[in-house]
C-alpha cells in the first residue's frame, strides 16, 4: 500500500527571527563584573541566543597567589617609603583555574545583578570547555514544529526512523530531534500549563507526518479528555482515543498479549527484534510499530494502583524490541506517582517546570527543572546523557492539526477503510492472559 505522506506545506511557515537580545553584550559584561567583584575572574567566550534563554559561554579564569617581596636597593638594604616603612610589591607566585563550583556559588547574586528572576548554571556548554551560564530573555519565542522539521537535525533521523520526533530548540537555538524507537519509551511531567500537552501533540503529529498506518499504529490514552480526541480521524488509532480508565486498562493488557505475541513469531522465525523481521520478508505484510500515549499516568494510578503500575512496567521492560513504545505524562511527579521501576524502564525523560526542586528530583535525579520558564520550557534528558539539555519544546496549532487529521481520514476513505483494517480488528480480538 503507497501513500504520499502529508506535506510541509500543512505547516504553517515561520519567518526566520534571531533570538538575540539587544541587551546581549551588556549582560555579558555584567557577568564578568559581578564575578569579578567576588574575586572570581571569569570571560564570556560565547554568546548563544536562544528561544527563551541566552546562553552565555563563560571561561573560567585564574586564582592567583601572590607573596609580598619587599623592595632592596643594590646593595641588598630596604628601600623606605615616604612613611618610613620598608617599600614592597606583590609577586604572583601561582595560579590554578577557577573551579565551576565557585562559579556555581554564585547563581543569585548573578541574577540579582542580571535583574532575572534566577539563572541556570550547566557545564560544559556546548560541548566546549566552557561554563554555560543561561540567562531568561526579555520575551520568548515560539518554536514552530515546521522549524525543527525541517532541520537537518531531524531529516536525518526521520531518514532512518519512522519514530522520529521533533522535540524542540536548545538554549542555544539549536534544532533538538529524538528517535523514540532508540529512546525507546519517554516519560514526562509538569506542573499545570507547563507545556506537556502541547509536547504531546506535537510527537503525536510529528509521527503522523512522516509514517503510514501500515508503519505506525497509535494507542492513545487521555483519561483528561481534554485534547487527543483532535486525532480520532486518522486510521492509526488502534482503538478509538480511550478516556476511561477501565478501558485504559483493559487495553494495556490486550498490549500485553500482543507483545508475547511478537515474541512468539519472532521465535518462529528466529528473528529477535522488530526491524529484522520487517526486512526479513517472512510475512506478505509488515509487523506496524505501536506508539502508546497516555495522558495523564497519575489518574492511572490513583484508580488502578498496583495493577497499572504493574502493566506499564512489563510493557517498558520488555515491548522494546517487538516495536511498542510508550510515551507516558503527568502533572503529579510524586514518588508514588513515579516510582524506581518506572524510572528504570524510562531512561529518557523531560521535565517541564516543576513547583519544587524535590519533584525535579523525582523526574530527572537532579535539580533546576523548578527553575523554568513554563509554556514548554523544558529539561530533556536522552538516554544516553548523564545531564539533562534545556529546550524550548516545539509547539504544534490546532489548525495544523487539523489539516494533518483531515489528509489521513481522507486517505483513509480511500485506502483504509476500517473494514479492512485488519490489525485493529485483531488487537480488538486479542484475549489477555
Not at 195 to 208: A, N, Q
Not at 417 to 431: G, M, R, V
Request: charged share 25%.
Amino acid at each position: 500500500m503507497q501513500s504520499e505522506l502529508p506535506t510541509i506545506e500543512f505547516f504553517d511557515e515561520s519567518p526566520e527571527r534571531s533570538f538575540a537580545q539587544s541587551n546581549d553584550d551588556e549582560r555579558a559584561i555584567l557577568i564578568e563584573d559581578a564575578l569579578g567583584s567576588y574575586g572570581v575572574e571569569v570571560r564570556v567566550q560565547q554568546i548563544n541566543p536562544g528561544p527563551s534563554v541566552t546562553q552565555f559561554g563563560v571561561e573560567p579564569g585564574w586564582v592567583r597567589k601572590h607573596k609580598k617581596i619587599i623592595d632592596k636597593d643594590q646593595n641588598g638594604k630596604h628601600i623606605l617609603g615616604k612613611d618610613g616603612n620598608p617599600k614592597f610589591h606583590m609577586e604572583e607566585v601561582s595560579k590554578t583555574r577557577v573551579k565551576v563550583d565557585r562559579i556555581k556559588a554564585f547563581e543569585d547574586d548573578l541574577a540579582l545583578a542580571l535583574d532575572v528572576s534566577n539563572i541556570r548554571i550547566e557545564y560544559p556548554a556546548a560541548r566546549k570547555p566552557l561554563v554555560g551560564i543561561e540567562v531568561p530573555n526579555k520575551s520568548t519565542a515560539i518554536v514552530p514544529l515546521r522549524n525543527v522539521i525541517e532541520s537537518k537535525a531531524f531529516q536525518e533521523l526521520a531518514a532512518e526512523s519512522r519514530l522520529a520526533t521533533a522535540l524542540g530548540q536548545g538554549a542555544g537555538g539549536e534544532p533538538v530531534a529524538g528517535d523514540l524507537a532508540k529512546m525507546p519509551h519517554l516519560f514526562m511531567a509538569g506542573a499545570t500549563g507547563s507545556g506537556k500537552t502541547v509536547c504531546l501533540k506535537s510527537i503525536v503529529t510529528c509521527l503522523l507526518s512522516q509514517a503510514t498506518p501500515v508503519d505506525v499504529r497509535l494507542v492513545l490514552i487521555d483519561t483528561k479528555r481534554v485534547e487527543m480526541g483532535t486525532f480520532a480521524g486518522v486510521p492509526h488509532l488502534l482503538t478509538p482515543v480511550i478516556v476511561d480508565i477501565d478501558e485504559a486498562i483493559e487495553v494495556l493488557r490486550r498490549l500485553i498479549a500482543e507483545m508475547d505475541n511478537r515474541y512468539l513469531e519472532f521465535s518462529r522465525v528466529a528473528v529477535d527484534n522488530i526491524e529484522t523481521y520487517n526486512r526479513s520478508g517472512h510475512s506478505a505484510s509488515s509487523m506496524p510499530y505501536i506508539v502508546v500515549v497516555i495522558d495523564e499516568f497519575a489518574d492511572l494510578m490513583k484508580t488502578s494502583g498496583k495493577e497499572a503500575d504493574s502493566l506499564i512496567c512489563r510493557l517498558a521492560q520488555r515491548s522494546r524490541t517487538t516495536g511498542i513504545h510508550l510515551v507516558v505524562a503527568t502533572q503529579r511527579p510524586s514518588n508514588n506517582v513515579i516510582d524506581g521501576l518506572v524510572k528504570a524502564n524510562f531512561p529518557a525523560r523531560i521535565s517541564f517546570a516543576v513547583v519544587s526542586s524535590v519533584d525535579s528530583l523525582t523526574v530527572l535525579d537532579t535539580i533546576d527543572a523548578e527553575k523554568l520558564l513554563g509554556s514548554g520550557d523544558m529539561l530533556y534528558l536522552p538516554p544516553d546523557a548523564m545531564k539533562p539539555k534545556r529546550i524550548r519544546g516545539c509547539f504544534v496549532h490546532d489548525n495544523e492539526i487539523d489539516r494533518v487529521v483531515r489528509f489521513w481520514s481522507e486517505w483513509a476513505t480511500k485506502h483504509f477503510p476500517p473494514e479492512n483494517d485488519c490489525i485493529a480488528k485483531a488487537f480488538a480480538s486479542l484475549k489477555p492472559n
